[in-house]
């Protein structure tokens, strides 16, 4: 059983479409975040969500807004791509009262 | 200059020697330190987590944390070519609502 999954796996898209990526944990955690990894493989914290409550939202265009429907999932919808957000997206859970995070498998956005 | 800082490799090792990794740091906040792996295309997978100072021994691994210095490593005995990956550091603090700031990673290469 997958623990952290995303959908899609690879998204391609043009500039200026809109598109949304969604994670959902089985582990039973209350916190799920989105990290961005770019070309150079630099992992960075975008959100993250407790209990369907942002708790950080770091300098992030406001293109990007996360949704979490329930503790279960978070979602990461982003307006009007443009190239420079071509990355790979991870999806990751945690403990509230923990601080190991476990990562899903990403997903690789390519905006041409 | 980064929060975190990992000499970004890649090391190239022969079958059966020991992979030794390490990150410095600047923020003296940080409590928590955890190492990953991350093979091409995947997620990253947490290998070891310390919160205090001292080593920490899983298997073929151990964690080595020196809050002093701000320095932490990771060893890999009798290493074997399916520990070719990058090996990420992250560390985080309470306060930080466990957002976890990566080092770059290092690329390492087991050679048969």
């Known amino acids: 059983d997958t623990a952290v999954s995303q959908t899609p796996k690879y998204l391609v898209t043009q500039m200026g479409n809109d598109k949304s990526i969604k994670c959902e944990q089985n582990l039973g955690h209350d916190t799920m975040y989105w990290y961005k990894q770019d070309s150079k493989k630099f992992l960075k914290i975008m959100f993250s969500?407790?209990?369907?409550?942002?708790?950080i939202n770091e300098t992030v265009p406001n293109r990007f807004s996360p949704k979490s429907p329930d503790k279960a999932h978070l979602n990461l919808h982003i307006n009007s791509l443009e190239l420079g957000d071509s990355a790979v997206y991870f999806c990751?859970?945690?403990?509230?009262?923990?601080?190991?995070?476990?990562f899903g498998q990403g997903t690789r956005l390519t905006v041409v | 200059q980064k929060e975190v800082e990992q000499d970004p490799g890649p090391l190239s090792v022969p079958e059966g020697a020991i992979v030794s990794l390490n990150c410095t740091y600047s923020?003296?906040?940080?409590?928590?330190f955890m190492w990953y792996r991350q093979y091409s295309r995947k997620g990253p997978e947490l290998l070891m987590y310390?919160?205090?100072?001292g080593n920490k021994e899983d298997g073929r691994f151990t964690a080595q944390v020196d809050k002093s210095s701000k320095y932490i490593s990771l060893f890999i005995r009798d290493s074997q070519p399916s520990d070719s990956a990058t090996y990420l550091c992250?560390?985080?603090?309470?306060?930080?609502?466990?957002?976890?700031?990566f080092g770059g990673g290092t690329r390492v290469l087991v050679k048969p």
């Open positions: 923020n003296s906040a940080f409590q928590y």
């Open positions: 969500y407790n209990n369907k409550e942002l708790i």
């Open positions: 310390t919160y205090s100072s």
């Open positions: 990751a859970s945690s403990l509230r009262s923990g601080q190991e995070a476990f």
């Open positions: 992250a560390m985080t603090f309470k306060a930080a609502g466990n957002k976890l700031t």
